[in-house]
């Protein structure tokens, strides 16, 4: 069974921003993100300017990831939402 970071199952949202975060701020919004309860995972993908994370409904809501981007000065929208992901599904 394919599992993120041991998570057998996970929900995963794809975020866009109306002006892509710069390199720094990317990382830094990144650690923050991860700092939440229930994320699993998170990639910044510049070259179509879009975030996708992956994480337990249980821990964090959209919301919250919203809000956290939001207090780097970017102006975050989710573009997708798939809840949740079996990974076994996937294999």
């Known amino acids: 069974m394919v599992a993120l970071n041991g998570h057998k199952q996970a929900s995963k949202a794809e975020i866009g921003f109306e002006t892509f975060p710069c390199e ?15 994320m699993i995972q ?3 993908d510049p070259a179509v300017e879009r975030l996708a994370v992956f994480f337990d409904p249980k821990g ?3 919301p919250s990831i919203l809000a956290t981007l939001q207090s780097f000065g970017l102006k975050p ?3 997708s939402i798939a809840s949740p992901i079996d990974q076994a599904a996937q294999q």
Not at 24 to 38: D, H, I, M, R, Y
């Open 42 to 44: 998170i990639t910044f």
């Open 24 to 38: 720094p701020c990317a990382t830094e919004a990144g650690k923050l993100l991860q700092s939440l309860q229930g």
């Open 77 to 79: 929208k989710v573009v």
């Open 60 to 62: 964090v809501k959209i």
